[in-house]
């Protein structure tokens, strides 16, 4: 699932391009993908809470895999904006119900571990997917790109048909809800935290074509170095807590945003690729871990949702802002106002979020006795 999305990650805004649209445009893009994510999430994290995870692990894969093999039928912006809902949509259910699957899994004791290994599974994509896509349309097409992306897909939905799902449901009688607001400070760093990520996503392979630099250099270098650092760091979380992984990794994320805004050429982009692999890829899984160490046990999915609209939210917010930014501006200021928002992550983190896992870890953890069925 998450190399098929890859797939489209450095070819999209060259695509729109091609079309003859303009970064605004690459920005509305991104930005209506991931905004019509955030309208499903909250509705799809209550029905998980209430009916399971593999019904909307499957209708989700279904509707991703037609929205990719839609984008091959692309005429125009407005077509290609009406599948990014579509595919927004899919988006929400699928990787929502997938995520709270796996957090079910994951035993407590080893949330962060475990949260770093099953981010490996994106790191591993996003190593994969953008050579990989630039590959493609260089020596194929964009036809061949949209049909493998839409057999991974396919592929995606294939592999979950035998999985075993632990589910605890929720009683009946109990109103579905939206939004978790214990996890409330930790979604609003994460916003500010994804707004630079919906700029690195949109913009880096324009601005890397703008100096001669191959985008999937910055993006094989950056899944790299999550390969690396994320095991370790989701020990790390793990043995000292979240925050003792979480601060660092947001101070180097932005250096690594700084970095970027300077770069002219392939060592600059290598360098801030490395930074942003450490820094992003240490805090990002963190986070998730300090969401589900917040939420009450049977709330997961809405928990989920919460933290997934967040990121959702800040990488279209994001992509939109950014590409304006970036039209009347420069790539440098782009960038640094990225740095700028990653800064505001870092504050909340440390005013609001801090304190509340401090409390956390000094309670035990409540046992939810509600019988366990599969589904």
């Given at each position: 699932?998450?190399?098929?999305?890859?797939?489209?990650?450095?070819?999209?805004?060259?695509?729109?391009?091609?079309?003859?649209?303009?970064?605004?445009?690459?920005?509305?893009?991104?930005?209506?993908?991931?905004?019509?994510?955030?309208?499903?999430?909250?509705?799809?994290?209550?029905?998980?809470?209430?009916?399971?995870?593999?019904?909307?692990?499957?209708?989700?894969?279904?509707?991703?895999?037609?929205?990719?093999?839609?984008?091959?039928?692309?005429?125009?912006?407005?077509?290609?904006?009406?599948?990014?809902?579509?595919?927004?949509?899919?988006?929400?259910?699928?990787?929502?119900?997938?995520?709270?699957?796996?957090?079910?899994?994951?035993?407590?004791?080893?949330?962060?571990?475990?949260?770093?290994?099953?981010?490996?599974?994106?790191?591993?994509?996003?190593?994969?997917?953008?050579?990989?896509?630039?590959?493609?349309?260089?020596?194929?097409?964009?036809?061949?790109?949209?049909?493998?992306?839409?057999?991974?897909?396919?592929?995606?939905?294939?592999?979950?048909?035998?999985?075993?799902?632990?589910?605890?449901?929720?009683?009946?009688?109990?109103?579905?809800?939206?939004?978790?607001?214990?996890?409330?400070?930790?979604?609003?760093?994460?916003?500010?935290?994804?707004?630079?990520?919906?700029?690195?996503?949109?913009?880096?392979?324009?601005?890397?074509?703008?100096?001669?630099?191959n985008s999937g250099a910055f993006f094989l270098a950056y899944a790299a170095t999550l390969a690396l650092s994320r095991?370790?760091?989701?020990?790390?979380?793990?043995?000292?807590?979240?925050?003792?992984?979480?601060?660092?990794?947001?101070?180097?994320?932005?250096?690594?945003?700084?970095?970027?805004?300077?770069?002219?050429?392939?060592?600059?982009?290598?360098?801030?690729?490395?930074?942003?692999?450490?820094?992003?890829?240490?805090?990002?899984?963190?986070?998730?871990?300090?969401?589900?160490?917040?939420?009450?046990?049977?709330?997961?999915?809405?928990?989920?949702?919460?933290?997934?609209?967040?990121?959702?939210?800040?990488?279209g917010f994001g992509a939109i802002m950014l590409g304006w930014v970036s039209q009347y501006t420069s790539y440098q200021?782009?960038?640094?106002?990225?740095?700028?928002?990653?800064?505001?992550?870092?504050?909340?983190?440390?005013?609001?979020?801090?304190?509340?896992?401090?409390?956390?870890?000094?309670?035990?953890?409540?046992?939810?006795?509600?019988?366990?069925?599969?589904?």
């Amino acid at each position: 699932m998450f190399t098929g999305f890859y797939l489209l990650l450095p070819t999209l805004p060259l695509f729109i391009k091609k079309m003859g649209g303009n970064e605004s445009q690459v920005g509305l893009a991104v930005g209506a993908f991931m905004l019509s994510a955030v309208i499903f999430r909250p509705i799809v994290g209550g029905l998980l809470d209430r009916f399971g995870r593999r019904p909307f692990i499957v209708w989700g894969l279904l509707l991703f895999a037609l929205a990719m093999y839609m984008y091959d039928w692309v005429g125009g912006i407005l077509v290609l904006m009406a599948i990014r809902i579509l595919h927004g949509m899919s988006w929400a259910v699928s990787t929502t119900a997938v995520f709270t699957a796996v957090t079910d899994i994951i035993p407590s004791a080893r949330r962060g571990e475990g949260m770093g290994w099953f981010s490996t599974a994106m790191t591993l994509a996003m190593a994969i997917g953008p050579l990989f896509a630039i590959w493609v349309i260089q020596n194929l097409s964009y036809h061949a790109l949209f049909l493998i992306a839409t057999g991974l897909s396919v592929a995606a939905l294939l592999l979950t048909m035998g999985a075993k799902m632990p589910f605890r449901p929720q009683p009946s009688s109990r109103r579905i809800e939206l939004f978790e607001k214990s996890v409330l400070p930790v979604t609003a760093s994460v916003f500010f935290l994804t707004v630079a990520y919906g700029g690195i996503t949109a913009f880096v392979p324009l601005f890397t074509d703008s100096i001669k630099v191959n985008s999937g250099a910055f993006f094989l270098a950056y899944a790299a170095t999550l390969a690396l650092s994320r095991p370790i760091s989701g020990k790390l979380s793990d043995r000292y807590g979240e925050k003792f992984v979480i601060v660092p990794g947001l101070l180097i994320t932005i250096s690594a945003l700084i970095v970027l805004s300077f770069s002219n050429g392939l060592f600059g982009v290598l360098f801030s690729a490395v930074l942003y692999g450490i820094g992003f890829g240490s805090a990002q899984p963190a986070l998730q871990a300090a969401t589900i160490r917040l939420a009450h046990p049977d709330r997961k999915g809405v928990a989920n949702a919460s933290l997934l609209t967040a990121t959702d939210l800040g990488i279209g917010f994001g992509a939109i802002m950014l590409g304006w930014v970036s039209q009347y501006t420069s790539y440098q200021v782009l960038f640094t106002v990225s740095a700028v928002s990653v800064t505001f992550s870092l504050l909340v983190f440390t005013f609001f979020v801090k304190r509340l896992l401090n409390e956390n870890r000094l309670s035990l953890l409540k046992v939810d006795e509600t019988p366990i069925s599969m589904d």
